[in-house]
C-alpha cells in the first residue's frame, strides 16, 4: 500500500524559500504511470494545483506559480520535495502531495500546515 508523508518547517518568514519534501513508502515514484503532485489549500479557500512530477521526471507547474515553484526529485530517498521561492503571507495554506492516475489523485499524504509571517 502506498503511502505519502509531508514533512518541512511550520513557520516560514516572508520574502524566503519554503521547502517541504514528500516521501513516499510502498511504492516507487519512477513507477509508470503515476505523477507526483504538489496541492495546497489556504484558509478558507479551494484546492490548488501547485505542480507534479511524472514518472519520467518531466515536471509541470502551475502557470500562475512557474516562476517560484520548482519540484525535483531524489529516487534514492524515493521523495518529491517541493520548493517554493519568495513567500508572502498569501502562501500560508495547508500543502499535500498526492499522487496522481488516470486524470485523478488516487492517494494523499495527510498535509502538513505552512504558516507564512515574520
Known amino acids: 500500500q502506498v503511502q505519502l508523508q509531508e514533512s518541512g518547517p511550520g513557520l516560514v518568514k516572508p520574502s524566503q524559500m519554503l521547502s517541504l519534501t514528500c516521501t513516499v513508502s510502498?511504492?516507487?515514484?519512477?513507477?509508470?504511470?503515476?505523477?507526483w503532485s504538489w496541492i495546497r489549500q489556504p484558509p478558507g479557500k479551494g484546492l490548488e494545483w501547485m505542480g507534479a512530477?511524472?514518472?519520467?521526471?518531466?515536471?509541470y507547474y502551475s502557470p500562475s506559480l512557474r516562476s517560484r515553484t520548482s519540484i525535483p526529485r531524489d529516487t534514492t530517498k524515493n521523495q518529491f520535495p517541493l520548493q517554493l521561492s519568495s513567500v508572502t503571507p498569501e502562501d500560508t495554506s495547508m500543502y499535500c502531495c498526492?499522487?496522481?492516475?488516470?486524470?485523478?489523485?488516487?492517494?494523499w499524504g495527510r498535509g502538513t500546515q505552512v504558516t507564512v509571517s515574520s
Open positions: 498526492a499522487r496522481g492516475v488516470n486524470g485523478r489523485f488516487d492517494c
Open positions: 510502498g511504492g516507487s515514484i519512477t513507477t509508470s504511470p503515476y505523477t
Open positions: 512530477i511524472v514518472y519520467g521526471g518531466i515536471t
